[in-house]
């Protein structure tokens, strides 16, 4: 983790040596004297006005890219709480999901979340892994997860602390227990740590797990313990929410120096090539992701509608020339455009895309490599998601928009082609529903 040094400004003083020479008068005879010159009044110098302290940043907490790399472990903490542990790496900018589902029902249902994936909702991540080759399932890591808001993290944060108490002991198709502990909060850092033993036998199943949570930040930190190895809970609870503390501590810094600025749409032509426009994490062309459903349809003269992958939230927008074709998804109420995809979107009815009559994203085209979305959208996120066997590169504003980069191998290989670009406003997501 690298510290921050901050320099102040520091005022010189100068020394000012005044020469004074003094004349000699020489009187002649019959002469007068030559009448001394009249001293010539010096300036002085006004005084300096000093530079004002910008008020500390007060607006929300909304961490993204790189930033989140404040909030990681080092390895040599890694090892210090998990001794058992194997060695842990520097942080990365890579998200491993398996998004497989299934499992025991739970009661309380709250319990769940101990073992679902903490990046579910997520929009971007850092990720500090400690991998064991020759047993995979003994690897553990520190996911640093960033979500669509403030109040969205703060949630999923209240339904993570309900269990502390509530899972205590619990029924997973068995009797269970969850031997917790929570930190003091701390300047609106809240964390827990525990560790979770369920099943018997050949499906018992032990693993310690540590949270924080500030802003729209969630950290898991998480490792199978089969091997019986003990956990401070309390310090490792402690250890999280003072380097989330830190991490706050560096955010309120940084946007007090250089404030974030909001960039203004640029208006699109509707009746323009498909190609001419531009996709943001606000939206394609004319087309701004939050529009109703009717204002969305509207919104393109001469184009298409028609509804895609069997359900109401998807619509397949073709150009009157029948050039391009957009898929644009709704919410799930089907009333509000949250997303829209050009290119492969991984449903049915897609066809090989043709970048060249697609709108950019930043100047990269469906068809060229992955590269030069990275270079384009840099402090970005490498996806992986394994049961569906797909990838991304995802880039992520403060603001809950996100641009996600599909590729037709493992993004970070060099030879990655891009195959399809999606915008969308994660903020309207549905929320997750574990009760």
């Known amino acids: 983790m690298s510290a921050t040094v901050h320099g102040g400004w520091k005022l010189r003083g100068a020394a000012l040596l005044a020469a004074v020479v003094a004349g000699v008068l020489v009187v002649l005879p019959g002469c007068a004297a030559t009448p001394e010159a009249t001293p010539t009044a010096t300036a002085s110098r006004a005084p300096e006005t000093p530079t004002p302290t910008p008020d500390p940043y007060s607006g929300p907490l909304l ?7 404040a909030f990681a472990l080092t390895p040599a903490e890694v090892a210090d709480l998990l001794p058992s542990a194997p060695p842990a790496t520097e942080v990365e900018d890579t998200l491993l999901q398996y998004s497989d589902g299934g499992g025991p029902e739970f009661t309380p249902a709250v319990c769940v979340l101990l073992i679902m994936e903490a990046s579910m909702g997520s929009i971007g991540a850092r990720t500090v892994p400690w991998v064991n080759a020759d047993d995979t399932g003994m690897s553990g890591k520190q996911e640093i997860l960033q979500f669509p808001s403030e109040d969205i ?21 068995g009797a269970g227990t969850f031997a917790a502990v929570a930190a003091p909060e701390t300047d609106g850092v809240r964390a827990f740590a525990g560790t979770l033993e369920m099943g018997s036998g050949q499906s018992a199943w032990r693993a310690h797990h540590g949270f924080a949570a500030v802003g729209n930040v ?4 998480w490792q199978p313990a089969r091997d019986g ?11 999280l929410r003072d380097r989330a503390g830190e991490a706050k501590t560096a955010f309120v810094e940084k946007l007090t120096a250089t404030p974030p600025a909001t960039p203004t749409p640029e208006t699109a032509d509707p009746a323009a090539p498909w190609s001419e426009w531009e996709m943001t994490a606000t939206g394609v062309g004319p087309l701004q992701l939050g ?13 298409t509608a028609q509804a895609a992958g069997g359900t109401d939230t998807l619509v397949r927008l073709t150009s009157g020339d029948d050039a391009s074709t957009l898929l644009l998804q709704f919410t799930d109420d089907g009333t509000t455009l949250s997303g829209i995809t050009a290119g492969i979107a991984n449903v049915q009815g897609d066809v090989e ?6 709108p950019a994203t930043g100047g990269v085209r469906i068809g060229a ?24 590169y995802q880039s992520a504003t403060r603001d809950g928009g996100i641009i996600r980069f599909r590729a037709d ?27």
Do not use: K, N
């Not at 961490?63 to 790399?69: I, N």
């Not at 529009?291 to 184009?303: K, Q, T, W």
């Not at 999606?422 to 549905?430: H, I, N």
């Open 229 to 239: 190895s003990e956990f401070d809970a309390e310090r490792a609870a402690l250890l």
């Open 63 to 69: 961490f993204v890219g790189d930033e989140l790399d």
């Open 353 to 358: 895309p043709d970048g060249a009559v697609l």
């Open 409 to 435: 191998r493992d993004a970070a290989d060099p030879a990655a082609v891009i195959t399809g670009v999606t915008v969308e406003d994660a903020t309207l997501w549905p929320p997750l529903t574990i009760r």
């Open 218 to 221: 969630i950290v898991h930190l």
């Open 153 to 173: 993290a703060a949630s999923r944060m209240d339904d993570l602390v309900d269990t502390v108490e509530q899972c205590a002991q619990f029924d997973a198709q």
């Open 369 to 392: 490599p992955v590269t030069e979305a990275t270079a384009a959208f840099p402090e970005g996120t490498f996806i992986r998601i394994v049961s569906s066997g797909e990838y991304f």
């Open 291 to 303: 529009m109703s459903r009717e204002e969305a349809l509207a919104a393109v003269p001469g184009a």
